[in-house]
């Protein structure tokens, strides 16, 4: 009998099935009875973990993320604002000082949200700079490994990777506003800090080649509200194709998480030879792509679109409908369909058997 993992492999690698699976972030899946049930109809875990440590400073502290920084001294103090805990994470090196402060979700899921990032300053591109170079990247095989024998047939484990060096300043180091406003005016420290995260992430993308991962998972976030064409293709096109080309040499999938507007990308995606693009939001989600054209826009890259948080709001004779459409324009593709990001809390027992319910009966009488 196939398992869901083997499913899941299908897609990640191209291999198109009459129905596609349904997946689901491990931090998003609740353990109790309606999630055995879910998981009985085929909905499979999509684990995450890093086959190589993170380069400093990772935006969450989790276990294989916090990475050695030579002669840095990191700390973190927890406070409260509103009866949610903020961390204020900083290094201390002999080149200076940089701080971070970081709000927790009261929900318990782990979302994050960064108030205060760690570059301000000119100066504080090249504290950072001088972090990055000095993280010890080391092996993560063993964990790893673990991680994905205790999952088995119920999911897959994807190599965690750090963001490309654009989208890391843009979304974790220095924020939106300041960066962008930074490369017009003084592009110089933030170029510097970019090579230098390039330069160590060659070395970490060489630790995962050879490594036991199949699938390389970028989580990039790539909208094009703050990443235009022009910044894509100096940025992070380059990026891509190096890697990709890396990856398929190797015979791994590359999987990049974009779950913002794409499709004024579409060109430069195809031409990045990344095997998945992952996450994919619906327009009225963020996104600017309708279920139909998640199927049909892009040519040689598999979309897997993220199932929409509002429609778990619907009822469940409309929820069901909208599900079904939705497996229909994906049907015979190499895809999978996706919980990916938060949804309502409240609405989680009912929603994932429902929808692993219409996509395990589509095809065989109940779809």
């Known amino acids: 009998m196939t398992t869901i993992r083997e499913r899941m492999l299908d897609a990640y690698f191209g291999r198109p099935r009459e129905v596609p699976p349904v997946g689901i972030y491990t931090r998003y899946l609740p353990r109790g009875d309606a999630e055995r049930i879910g998981r009985d109809l085929g909905l499979g875990i999509i684990d995450y973990y890093p086959v190589v440590g993170m380069l400093a400073p990772p935006w969450h502290i989790l276990p294989g993320f916090l990475s050695e920084v030579k002669g840095a001294e ?3 103090k927890t406070s409260w604002r509103e009866g949610k805990p903020v961390e204020t994470r900083e290094y201390r090196t002999a080149s200076g000082t940089v701080s971070q402060r970081v709000e927790k979700d009261a929900g318990g899921i782990g979302s994050e949200h960064i108030s205060r ?3 301000a300053t000119p100066e504080d ?10 993280t010890v990247l080391s092996s993560h095989e063993a964990a790893f490994k673990a991680r994905k024998a205790d ?8 190599a965690r990777l750090d ?12 924020g939106q506003e300041q960066f962008l406003l930074d490369l017009y005016d003084d592009p110089e420290p933030a170029l510097e800090l970019m090579n230098a995260i390039d330069r160590r992430l060659d070395e970490s993308f060489d630790l995962a080649l050879r490594s036991g991962a199949q699938i390389l998972w970028q989580p990039d976030n790539v ?15 380059p990026f891509y194709r190096k890697r990709a080309r890396l990856a398929r040499e190797a015979g791994k999938a590359y999987v990049v998480h974009m779950d913002g507007k794409v499709k004024p990308l579409r060109e430069l995606i195809e031409r990045s030879g990344i095997h998945v693009l992952e996450s994919v939001s619906i327009a009225e989600m963020g996104g600017d792509l309708s279920p139909e054209e998640m199927g049909t826009l892009f040519d040689s890259v598999s979309v897997f679109p993220n199932f929409p948080s509002n429609w778990c709001l619907k009822g469940d004779a409309e929820l069901e409908k909208l599900a079904r459409d939705f497996v229909a324009q994906l049907a015979g593709r190499p895809c999978m369909l996706q919980f990916s990001e938060d949804i309502p809390m409240s609405e989680w027992k009912r929603v994932y058997p429902l929808v692993a319910r219409v996509v395990s009966g589509y095809g065989s009488g109940g779809g």
Not at 151 to 158: A, H, P, T, Y
Not at 163 to 174: A, F, G, M, T
Not at 223 to 237: G, K, Q, R, W
Request: charged share 20%; glycine share 6%.
């Open 223 to 237: 909208t094009v509200d703050m990443t235009p064409p022009a910044a894509f293709e100096e940025h992070l096109l």
């Open 117 to 119: 990032h760690y570059i």
């Open 74 to 76: 990191f700390s973190v």
């Open 163 to 174: 963001r490309s060096p654009y989208q890391k300043c843009l979304i974790e180091l220095v």
């Open 151 to 158: 999952l088995g047939g119920d999911g897959v484990v994807m």
């Open 125 to 134: 591109y090249r504290v950072m700079t001088s972090i990055v170079e000095n």
